[in-house]
Antibody, heavy 118, light 106 residues
């Protein structure tokens, strides 16, 4: 199970930190992604962190603004979002990664809604 | 980045129909193609991975095929609960990229 939290309404330019609590599997064995979905739109990959936290990847649209991290002792994934823009408004999902290059997304959280608005 | 082009954008079909959704990659991706189902207000669910492998628990009326750049998702014998949006995603290279989705109405 993956349970996201931390979403809410935030003003443009401000910061927000999302959390994703994992249970039911060995968290330290899996890479995890953040994927977002703007209202009524498709799926957009945001960031990925490897099973041991040694590698991170980011979408160009958030590189330098968002930071993915993980705390294995707490079985928790984080997404620190800074300099938020209105176009960052979306439901943010954390998703477990499996397979070749960690690019198959097999279990999804329920999502947390971030609204960036003044 | 690898672009994924999915068609059609939407379709309407009847219970029992056979439905086909196509997905094309902008470069060859072997069989590194996944399909997801998303119902309104619910997170996506992985249906098919590696182009044609059904995830455990997914009804056998779902099938996937293709390799290289062209892929299809087929639903044989459409059921009311299949009303959803379906997304393809390439799992060949970072970043993961998705098709824009196909909304299936019944």
């Amino acid at each position: 199970q993956l349970v996201e939290s931390g979403g809410g309404v935030v003003q443009p330019g401000r910061s927000l930190k999302l959390s994703c609590a994992a249970s039911g599997f060995t968290f330290s064995d899996y890479g995890i992604h953040w994927v977002r979905q703007a209202p009524g739109k498709g799926l957009e990959w945001m960031a990925h962190i490897s099973y041991d936290g040694s590698k991170e990847n980011y979408a160009d649209s958030v590189k330098g603004r968002f930071t993915i991290s993980r705390d294995t002792s707490r079985n928790t994934l984080f997404l620190q979002m800074t300099s938020l823009r209105t176009e960052d408004t979306a439901v943010y999902y954390c998703v477990r990664a499996v397979g070749f290059r960690d690019l198959t997304l097999d279990y999804w959280g329920q999502g947390t809604l971030v609204i960036v608005s003044s | 980045d690898i672009q994924m082009t999915q068609s059609p954008t939407s379709l309407s079909a009847s219970v029992g129909d056979r439905v086909t959704i196509t997905c094309r990659a902008s470069q060859t991706i072997g069989s590194f193609l996944n399909w997801y189902q998303q119902k309104p207000g619910i997170a996506p669910r992985l249906l098919i991975y590696a182009a044609s492998s059904l995830l455990s628990g997914v009804p056998s009326r779902f099938s996937g095929s293709g390799s290289g750049t062209d892929f299809t998702l087929t639903i044989s014998g459409l059921q009311p609960e299949d009303s959803a949006t379906y997304f393809c995603q390439q799992s060949y290279n970072h970043p993961a990229t998705f098709g824009r989705g196909t909304k299936v109405d019944i």
